[in-house]
């Protein structure tokens, strides 16, 4: 019954907008703030991260909690998981997110 619900609810979820990377964006805020990132950080690279990987890979992202890091401690973990296509966008993210140069990271 929930699955048939699910599908139900996709049309109307995608008419409104939320994609199901748009969906996905507040898991992997959580599970990069879980990882030890800080919210301004996570919040920025959730939202390039999820228009640029498939939810397979951002799924691979929500197994790598750990105590507070830095960016580049989280960077080298995620090198660990051996997807290159992930790497990629993950270091992309984390240095447009860490230097402020990310659209998603400038203010109004």
Do not use: F, H, W
């Amino acid at each position: 019954m929930r699955c048939a619900l699910g599908i139900a609810a996709l049309p109307a979820m995608l008419l409104a907008g939320c994609t199901p990377a748009k969906l996905a964006e507040g898991r992997v805020r959580s599970a990069l703030m879980d990882a030890g990132l800080s919210q301004p950080n996570a919040a920025c690279m959730a939202d390039r991260m999820t228009d640029r990987l498939t939810l397979g890979q951002l799924r691979k992202l929500q197994a790598l909690q750990a105590p507070k890091r830095s960016i580049a401690d989280y960077v080298m973990t995620v090198r660990r998981v051996g997807d290159r296509e992930l790497i990629e966008v993950t270091v992309g993210s984390a240095l447009l997110c860490a230097t402020g140069l990310a659209p998603e990271r400038k203010p109004g």
